[in-house]
């Protein structure tokens, strides 16, 4: 079955360590986002891909990494410089670029981070 | 100031009561999304509307681009219709997402 997994569903990490979060997707879509969700918020977006070896900045890029080695992968490095990384994230990816008013995202089940 | 205001913020209504949630947004748009988020944190899409009406089961979704707002409307609801909606639209000038807060629909048995 086609879809987009996320691992793991809660990670716990100490604060001032790094940590990857991975997201899949077996979908054959070219854009991939990751987003942020905080209690009583809207997503934010932080990295969104269009295609395979290049990324940009969401909105709220500071304290985070991505790469895009692969279409199917796009793995989000929280960074010990993200100053609040207690959240939950959101991976999703879409047919179409970023730039189409047509594509719809599929989203990941999420990842809840808890920085201790 | 929100680009995208969704209301209520929270609703809590008896199994098969008529559900409507609203979304009114300031920004010209060239889509508009419906997304159901469930307790585990999954999202699922459920419409993307450019304009008029859509169904899908009990589900019905209206957007008025005249008026900037779209609605979300359940009929005769279920408790496993609780979850928080979304409402999150395609901004016109870059194609950026906007979402809103969502609305947290408790739906009694």
């Known amino acids: 079955d086609g879809g987009i997994t996320q691992s793991p569903k809660y990670l716990f990490r100490k604060e001032g360590q790094n940590v990857t979060l991975s997201c899949e997707q077996n979908?054959?879509?070219?854009?991939m986002y990751w987003y942020r969700q905080d209690p009583g918020q809207g997503l934010r977006l932080i990295y969104y891909?269009?295609?395979?070896?290049?990324?940009q900045k969401g909105d709220i890029a500071e304290g985070y990494s991505v790469s895009r080695e692969k279409k199917e992968s796009f793995p989000l490095t929280v960074t010990s410089a993200q100053k609040n990384p207690t959240a939950f994230y959101l991976c999703?990816?879409?047919?179409?670029?970023?730039?189409?008013?047509?594509?719809?995202?599929?989203f990941g089940p999420g990842t809840r981070l808890t920085v201790l | 100031k929100n680009e995208v205001e969704q209301s209520p913020q929270n609703l809590t209504a008896q199994e098969g009561e008529f559900i409507t949630i609203n979304c009114s947004y300031s920004?010209?748009?060239?889509?508009l999304h419906w997304l159901q988020q469930h307790p585990g944190g999954g999202i699922v899409s459920l419409f993307m509307l450019s304009s008029g009406k859509k169904k899908h089961g009990r589900l019905i979704a209206t957007i008025n681009i005249q008026e900037k707002h779209s609605s979300l409307h359940i009929t005769a609801s279920h408790p496993r219709d609780s979850a928080v909606y979304i409402c999150a639209v395609n901004w016109d000038r870059d194609d950026k997402i906007i979402f809103g807060k969502g609305t947290r629909l408790h739906i009694l048995p």
């Open positions: 920004v010209g748009i060239s889509a």
């Open positions: 999703a990816s879409s047919t179409l670029p970023t730039g189409s008013s047509t594509d719809t995202q599929y």
């Open positions: 979908l054959n879509h070219d854009a």
């Open positions: 891909s269009q295609i395979v070896n290049d990324f």
